[in-house]
Nanobody, 124 residues
Framework: QVQLVESGGGLVQAGGSLRLSCAAS????????MNWFRQAPGKEREFVAG????????YYADSVKGRFTISRDNAKNTLFLQMNSLKPEDTAVYYC?????????????????WGQGTQVTVSS
């Protein structure tokens, strides 16, 4: 099973940017799709973005499309989420998740591994 550790969260003003990282270890990653989810207080965990590890295909939730960019560094087994033009409604705990398989899936129950999460707070 792959182990995931997120970092890079923090407090930022609306309109600002943050870059999240997720360090992965424990397994080879050629057959893993990697994803970011988030969970705001009182809400369900929701899909944010996903990337196929093998060919780099990406997919985004409509709420972040055009503002967030998911990317990965295969050599360093690290996943990134560049978040620009942040809004207060982006405030949440952000989780990195891995799913064994090439296709990107958005359902939480399909993920095989989760990180511990990193808090992102956007002030208005």
């Amino acid at each position: 099973q792959v182990q995931l550790v997120e970092s890079g969260g923090g407090l930022v003003q609306a309109g600002g940017s943050l870059r999240l990282s997720c360090a992965a270890s424990g397994r080879t990653f050629n057959d893993y799709a990697m994803n970011w989810f988030r969970q705001a207080p009182g809400k369900e965990r929701e899909f944010v973005a996903g990337i196929s590890w093998s060919d780099g295909n990406t997919y985004y939730a409509d709420s972040v499309k055009g503002r967030f960019t998911i990317s990965r560094d295969n050599a360093k087994n690290t996943l990134f989420l560049q978040m620009n033009s942040l809004k207060p409604e982006d405030t949440a705990v952000y989780y990195c998740a891995a799913r064994r398989g090439r296709g990107i899936r958005t359902a939480t129950f399909l993920m095989d591994s989760w990180g511990q999460g990193t808090q992102v707070t956007v002030s208005s």
